[in-house]
């Protein structure tokens, strides 16, 4: 066995690998595979497991993993072969492999599994270890999307008038039950939290190893309330460039820690469920729906803004004698919609990002409008100049009236949707819903709309009136 892992993960699935694998499976290698996997990282075992062809190949390569191996390469599993591994596996075997889990993983964990399993795997894991069965139940009391929710119970406090020799001497006893950890916490006999001390610190303070924690640690503590929501969470942690925090209770003592693994994690499932909600969908649909959730999902939406599109239909409806006449107009109708349409989801991507960090203050509304009108004023002029010349070579009569018509018609389109797009996640954010929800179809059907009546009535006027 190699003394030093292969880092696989970077490059391409090797299919040679793959092939021997699945032949050292169908041979029942058993000695062979677990040689194989001791020489690869969890991460890329896990990328192993995803692309074997035959799920039942999937699951008789998992079930020879060691639980400590398997409960890092089960989180790494995609969702779809990571439910037909746990439900192919006992619960006395989920149970053992979820006992080797942090907390906050094994709640996660066993929060995915359907009930009949998530009460054997529990009931399993009150024999094999009660205070890791507590700690898991009590952490699936809590809302998911809380700090408490994503908060871990492994962490490390001492009493604010132990000595720094007593304190490490602590911190040495508690360290194996402990991933990674940066600060301590410290408290009173009542569990209330009165400072933090970084590991740094208390390497310093061993100059004079008979200081009490209290006179070395920091009492500047920023602490998370259990039920503060985990985007705020990840905002605190960004605007305090946290690498850990303790979360406490409505009595301030201590129940738990994040850490920066945890938060980053939040972020990808904000970012991902805001570029799905842009998108008029739902974060998850790929991974846990059927196709039919997936249409019942999507249908409405689309319904919503089919009703919205029509609207321009009837205004187009309205100008068929123009239309008729200058049939270049129908030509540029897309393009005006589409560039408009574009200008505005991407204010509205902006807006809706400040608005996450924390960069944008409702309050002040106006910052951001009059930021984006500047943007839009410069982007209006430049691709309605480029637009206008190009109508003005393209049409055989009416030359100057038309590109005139065509270049008016874009800079005031671009204009209005960058408002739109601007406005509508704030005013939705101040009436208390999902400002990415009216950033998506909504703001782009709206925006054709808006953007052929502009040119209608346009084009109308210039090329009507002489």
Same mark, same amino acid.
């Given at each position: ?56 190949? &999937?699951?008789?390569?998992? !079930?020879?993993?060691?639980?400590? *191996?398997?409960? %890092?390469? @089960?989180? +790494? $599993?995609? #969702? ?71 908060? &871990?119970?492994?962490?490390? !406090?001492?009493?604010?008038?132990? *000595?720094?020799? %007593?304190? @490490?001497? +602590? $911190?040495? #006893? ?293």
């Amino acid at each position: 066995m190699s003394s030093e892992k292969k880092n696989l993960s970077v490059l391409e699935v090797d299919e040679e690998l793959l092939s021997d694998i699945t032949e050292l499976i169908h041979d029942r290698s058993d000695a062979a595979l677990q040689n194989i996997m001791a020489d690869l990282y969890d991460f890329d075992i896990a990328v192993i497991i995803d692309n074997l062809r035959n799920d039942d190949d &999937a699951v008789y390569l998992f !079930s020879l993993l060691k639980d400590d *191996t398997a409960s %890092e390469v @089960i989180l +790494e $599993i995609n #969702d779809d072969r990571k439910d037909y591994i746990t439900e192919k596996l006992s619960g006395e075997k989920i149970s053992g492999i979820v006992s080797e889990m942090y907390s906050d993983d094994a709640t996660d964990f066993v929060s995915d599994l359907d009930e009949e399993k998530k009460g054997e795997v529990l009931d399993n894991l009150d024999r094999i270890d009660k205070e890791d069965s507590d700690e898991v139940k009590e952490l699936l009391s809590y809302d998911e999307n809380t700090a408490a929710g994503i908060m &871990a119970k492994e962490f490390i !406090s001492v009493h604010e008038n132990c *000595t720094v020799t %007593e304190a @490490i001497k +602590e $911190i040495q #006893d508690e360290a194996d039950q402990v991933d990674q950890f940066y600060n301590v916490w410290v408290v009173d006999d009542n569990n209330v939290i009165k400072g933090i001390i970084s590991l740094k610190r208390l390497i310093i303070a061993l100059k004079n190893p008979e200081s009490l924690i209290r006179d070395v640690m920091n009492k500047d503590v920023i602490c998370i309330e259990a039920n503060t929501d985990q985007e705020e969470v990840a905002k605190i942690f960004q605007s305090y460039d946290l690498v850990s925090a303790p979360v406490v209770d409505a009595h301030n003592k201590v129940i738990g820690k994040i850490t920066i693994d945890d938060v980053m994690d939040v972020m990808e499932e904000e970012f991902s469920e805001n570029v799905a909600k842009m998108a008029g969908t739902d974060a998850e649909e790929l991974e846990k729906k059927s196709p039919f959730q997936i249409a019942k999902l999507r249908l409405p939406w689309l319904l919503v803004t089919l009703f919205i599109e029509f609207i321009a239909v009837f205004i187009v409806q309205l100008h068929n004698e123009i239309l008729e006449k200058i049939i270049l107009i129908a030509a540029f109708m897309p393009i005006i919609s589409a560039i408009s349409g574009n200008t505005g989801l991407q204010s509205a991507a902006i807006v809706v990002r400040g608005i996450d960090t924390g960069n944008i203050n409702l309050k002040k509304w106006w910052i951001p409008l009059f930021r984006q009108f500047k943007t839009n004023l410069l982007i209006g002029s430049a691709v309605g100049t480029v637009v206008g010349i190009l109508g003005f070579l393209m049409s055989d009569a009416n030359h100057l009236r038309f590109g005139a018509s065509v270049a008016i018609s874009m800079f005031i389109s671009i204009n209005i949707a960058g408002i739109i797009g601007t406005l509508s996640p704030m005013i939705s954010k101040k009436l208390g819903f999902d400002p990415a929800l009216t950033s998506g179809p909504f703001e782009t059907a709206f925006q054709d709309v808006i953007g052929i009546f502009i040119f209608m009535t346009i084009s109308t006027f210039l090329l009507t009136h002489t």
